[in-house]
């Protein structure tokens, strides 16, 4: 197959029953989460919706689709968190444009690209203020904050007793929540 247009991948991608990225006019399947990406995935969306209740902020989990801009990267983050208006790329409301927060869980498969060329994609997003990666594997979850200079700073929290500040949008996350019972399963 030769390359797609963003159209077609769109169009595509809304009739297919498996999702795909898409960037540079190829299209990337992407396989199914195991039962830990899933799960952490879960955890971290419902502490999310609780603390954003009631607040002019919205978080999905993993079916809503990120277009990066400039760059035409369309990708499924793990949780993505939009704060004021929210903007689509079309009348289906399928492609948010502009997330305030992207969290992704980290695989051994996707963890490069994650940290480097995919984070490179995000930090394309205007709106983008905060990057987090889980790591599925151990209790740690990095949080990159965009800095007035444009540049980002890193968080780390490590440990069961850590608690993890999502500062773009004044929530938090206690990793004893967030693991718990999921490291058990791996």
């Not at 069961?160 to 718990?180: G, H, K, N, T």
Request: glycine share 8%; charged share 25%.
């Amino acid at each position: 197959m030769g390359f797609l247009t963003e159209a077609e991948y769109l169009a595509r991608e809304r009739q297919a029953e498996h999702k795909s990225e898409y960037f540079g006019g190829e299209i990337f399947a992407m396989f199914g989460a195991r039962r830990t990406h899933v799960r952490l995935t879960g955890r971290i969306w419902r502490r999310l919706l609780e603390q954003l209740d009631g607040r002019d902020c919205e978080a999905y989990a993993a079916d809503l689709r990120v277009r990066t801009g400039s760059t035409g990267l369309y990708t499924y983050p793990g949780v993505v968190v939009v704060c004021g208006e929210q903007k689509f790329l079309d009348k289906e409301l399928d492609t948010l444009l502009n997330p305030t927060l992207v969290l992704e869980i980290l695989s051994p498969s996707t963890e490069a690209y994650d940290r480097g060329r995919k984070f490179e994609q995000y930090r394309g997003i205007e709106s983008l203020r905060e990057y987090v990666l889980v790591d599925q594997q151990s209790p740690s979850i990095e949080c990159f904050l965009l800095q007035p200079d444009g540049g980002w700073l890193l968080h780390a929290h490590t440990g069961l007793d850590a608690v993890a500040r999502l500062e773009s949008i004044d929530c938090q996350l206690a990793l004893r929540d967030v693991y718990d019972g999921v490291l058990a399963a791996i």
